[in-house]
């Protein structure tokens, strides 16, 4: 079936380690995006990439990094975990990169726990 | 700046009883509107969208928005809740510029008695 596959699934992270999200699409589409979700804070753009090569920031990026080396993969990686970072991470993606006139895509998210 | 705003951040209705969930917006031009639905443990689904044309739109699960320009509002509304709709329901409007994501509300969750 296609669509959106991040793993892992969950985890649970010692601070000062670093971890990298992983995130697969074989819809083909241009833009992914990865948000992550708190409790009262509704959903927050972190990073996004509008097409294989390219990225940008949203608005909460710092402690993150993200790549695009091709369509269909964009990790996000936190150098050194902090708890603050403690969240539910969505991936999404868009078919259309550069225009939001296609509604996103979501993954069923990772839930991370830094300690 | 773009922003959303979902005043109820909890809503409890009895099953078959009608739902209207609010949004108001804050944009500059003719703004891109979505509603999500998240169920427990899981990623968001798109019930509707609006970009142009007739202001009330139908969606899934028999839910329905309206957009009025004047209200700066896109509020989402169901005629009769059923049990399974107890989730949390999320407005986001796109940025309109190329290269940007969509900006959410804080969502409301929904809960439904019997």
């Known amino acids: 079936i296609a669509g959106i596959t991040q793993a892992p699934t969950s985890q649970i992270l010692a601070a000062g380690r670093r971890m990298t999200l992983r995130c697969t699409q074989d819809m083909r589409h241009n833009a992914m995006y990865w948000y992550r979700q708190d409790l009262g804070l509704g959903l927050r753009l972190i990073h996004y990439s509008n097409t294989a090569g390219t990225t940008g920031k949203g608005e909460v990026p710092d402690g993150y990094s993200v790549s695009r080396a091709n369509t269909d993969d964009f990790p996000l990686t936190l150098a050194s975990a902090v708890p603050s970072q403690t969240s539910v991470y969505f991936c999404a993606t868009t078919d259309r990169g550069y225009t939001i006139n296609q509604p996103q895509h979501f993954g069923d998210g990772t839930r991370l726990s830094i300690l | 700046a773009q922003s959303v705003t979902q005043p109820d951040i909890h809503i409890t209705v009895s099953e078959g009883a009608s739902l209207e969930l609010r949004c108001n917006y804050s944009y500059g031009a003719t703004p891109y509107l979505f509603w999500y639905v998240q169920s427990p443990g899981q990623g968001l689904q798109l019930l509707l969208k609006y970009f142009s044309g007739d202001t009330l739109v139908q969606g899934i699960k028999g839910f329905e928005a309206e957009f009025k320009r004047s209200q700066s509002s896109f509020n989402l509304r169901k005629p009769s809740v059923h049990w399974s709709d107890a989730a949390e329901y999320f407005c986001?409007?796109?940025?309109?510029?190329?290269?940007?994501?969509?900006?959410f509300g804080k969502g409301t969750t929904l809960s439904v008695s019997s």
């Open positions: 986001a409007v796109g940025a309109g510029q190329a290269g940007t994501a969509l900006i």
